[in-house]
């Protein structure tokens, strides 16, 4: 069975870099959450996605975990739609999938043009597995996914299923110092998201 998620960047934010006089972008956040129940009824247990993130890992130390705008009807990737890289995923203590994505591909310039518009984007797993009909903890339906789910990717939306929006932050390079500027509003949220200090 084909399953699409949608969520929406929630406590995510987006880099402006500057290498070599040309702009770079890394996002970063939360992509989505374990246990939780999504605007399309699903829940993804801990252990599933545990497996889902380790299969992907080399992938993504390969440079093939992937997405694209939007979100297509199947879960083939086409290489002509690429907007980005997933450079990081993984699962933080309170159920978060936390990640990283890069504009890459042949599209990458129309998300660098949303990102720079000011446009908040959502994000989208993109897998296949089955799913079990279950109860949620109001007694609501939910469908709840099984062993052998596979994630084939993350793509960019505009309209994500959790129902929260990315905070933007930026970054910015000073050549003649040699320094970053950071706001103090990235390095909380890096704080928290990453549990790093910057």
């Known amino acids: 069975m084909f399953l699409q998620e949608y969520e929406?960047?929630?406590?995510?934010?987006?880099?402006?870099?500057?290498?070599?006089?040309?702009?770079?972008?890394?996002?970063?956040?939360?992509?989505?959450?374990?246990?939780?129940?999504?605007?399309?009824?699903?829940?993804?247990?801990?252990?599933?996605?545990?497996?889902?993130?380790?299969?992907?890992?080399?992938?993504?130390?390969?440079?093939?975990?992937?997405?694209?705008?939007?979100?297509?009807?199947?879960?083939?990737?086409?290489?002509?739609?690429i907007s980005h890289k997933i450079t990081d995923l993984r699962i933080t203590e309170d159920g978060a999938v936390v990640g990283e994505i890069i504009p890459a591909g042949p599209e990458k310039y129309k998300l660098i043009s949303l990102l720079e518009d000011g446009i908040n984007p959502g994000v989208s797993t993109r897998g296949v597995g089955n799913v079990k009909q279950s109860k949620g903890p109001?007694?609501?339906?939910?469908l709840e996914v099984q062993e052998g789910y596979q994630m084939k990717a993350i793509d960019i939306v505009h309209d994500p299923s959790a129902g929260t929006y990315p905070e933007k932050v930026y970054e910015s390079y000073d050549e003649a110092t040699g320094l970053f500027a950071v706001s103090a509003?990235?390095?909380?949220?890096?704080?928290e998201v990453f549990n790093k200090k910057l």
């Open 185 to 191: 509003n990235f390095k909380a949220v890096f704080d």
């Open 138 to 142: 109001m007694g609501e339906d939910v």
């Open 8 to 81: 929406n960047l929630e406590r995510f934010e987006v880099l402006n870099e500057s290498e070599g006089g040309e702009k770079t972008f890394r996002l970063r956040g939360v992509f989505s959450r374990i246990g939780v129940i999504n605007k399309n009824k699903r829940v993804y247990p801990k252990d599933i996605m545990e497996a889902a993130i380790q299969a992907a890992q080399e992938d993504m130390k390969n440079g093939r975990f992937v997405g694209e705008l939007d979100h297509p009807a199947t879960p083939k990737i086409n290489i002509g739609n």
